[in-house]
C-alpha cells in the first residue's frame, strides 16, 4: 500500500491566480515523487484551474460532495461533477463541517454510498473532542461514527479497496498540538478492528488508515512509521509547497 497524502487546502486561496501559482509550485516540489500517492483537494471551483495533465501525478480530491446525481440541491457539488473535473478522491465527514454546518452521519452515510457508487474514493474522518478524549470517550466515539457512516453501505466489491478512514482528533486540528504517535497508533488499531466488525475481515485490511491534525515536516514521519498509518490529511501545512515537499519526502 503506497502511502497516501492529501494536501486540504480548505477555504484557501483566494484568488484564481494565487490557486494556478499553488498548482504549479505543487507540480515543481513534487516532480520526482513516486512512493506515494498524493492527492490535492483544493475548493472546488479551483478543481477545473488544474491543469489536467498534471493529475497523472498529482491526483485531486473534492472536501465533499452531495448524496444526489443531480437537480434542484442549490449550493451543493455532485460526485459526477468531481469525476468530470478529474477527481478521485472527496473527503466526507470533515470535522469542519460536521461543526459548522451540522453534518451528521447519518448525511455522510448516504453521502458514502453514492461517491462509492459513483467510483469516487471516499476519504471518511472521525474524530473526538478534547472532553470526549479526556472522559475516556474516544474508542466510542470513533466506533459510533464508523458504524452509522458505513452502515448499508452497498459498493461493487473493487471499490471499497478504496475507502480510506482518516483519523482526525478534533482538539488535535489547527492546534500546534499533534496527536503522539503511540496514541494516534492504538485508535488506528482500534479502527481496523472495527471496520473489520463491519465491512469483513479482507476489505477492512485493505482500507487504508490515516492520520490529520496539526502535521508537519517535523511530525510527519512518525506518523508512518511509529504509528504505522497509511498515510496524512495535511490542512495548514499543505498550503505551502515547499513545506508540504518536505512532509511528502520525510516519510519516504
Ligand atoms: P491541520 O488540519 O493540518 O491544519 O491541523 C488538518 C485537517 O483538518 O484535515
Known sequence: MKPLIIANWKMNPTTTKEAKKFFGDFK????????????????????????KRQATRIKLGGQDCF?????????????????????????????????????TNEMINKKIKTALKNRLRPILCVGETLEERKKGKTNQVIQRQLTKSLQNIQYPVSSIEDLTIAYEPIWAIRTGNPCLPQDAKEVGLFIRKILSKILGKKISESCRIIYGGSVNSKNAADYIKKAEMNGLLVGGASLSAKEFGRIVRSIL
Open 28 to 51: 515543481k516540489e513534487l516532480k520526482n515523487i513516486k512512493n506515494a500517492e498524493v492527492v490535492i483537494c483544493p475548493p472546488f471551483v479551483y478543481l477545473a484551474t488544474s491543469d
Open 67 to 103: 448524496w444526489e446525481a443531480k437537480g434542484a440541491y442549490t449550493g451543493e457539488i455532485s460526485p459526477q461533477i468531481l469525476k468530470d473535473l478529474g477527481c478521485q478522491y472527496v473527503i466526507l465527514g470533515h470535522s469542519e463541517r460536521r461543526k459548522y454546518l451540522g453534518e
